[in-house]
Nanobody
């Protein structure tokens, strides 16, 4: 079973940028991978996805982050990235990476059997 560890979270002002990383304990190239986030009192929501392999099968973003966030992967380093630009206070939350869910779906039930990390906190102040 792949162990996932996120890093790169922190506190920034609105308009700033952060780059999240998710390192896996073993190869995750066969898995579709994704970033989810959860704010206090809200359900966990999908943010971005990338297809297995080199990601050539597509990337997907929830509408609220399109044009601002970019998901990418480096299979040689077993690492998933999320570049977040033009951050807004509503982007705040705990960000989780996941491996092994259904590409194209942000429904949590379609990722319930995926491998999950422990999360990294992102706080955006206005």
């Amino acid at each position: 079973q792949a162990q996932l560890q996120e890093s790169g979270g922190g506190s920034v002002q609105a308009g700033g940028s952060l780059r999240l990383s998710c390192v896996a304990s073993r190869s995750t190239s066969i898995y579709n991978m994704a970033w989810f986030r959860q704010s206090p009192g809200k359900e966990r929501e999908g943010v971005a996805q990338i297809s297995h392999g080199d990601g050539g099968g597509g990337t997907y973003y929830t509408d609220s982050v399109k044009g601002r966030f970019t998901i990418s992967r480096d299979n040689a380093r077993n690492t998933l990235f999320l570049q977040m630009n033009s951050l807004k206070p509503e982007d705040s939350g705990v960000y989780y990476c996941a491996a092994g869910g259904a590409l194209g779906s942000f429904f949590l039930m379609d990722w319930k059997s995926a491998h999950w990390g422990q999360g990294t906190q992102v706080t955006v102040s206005s």
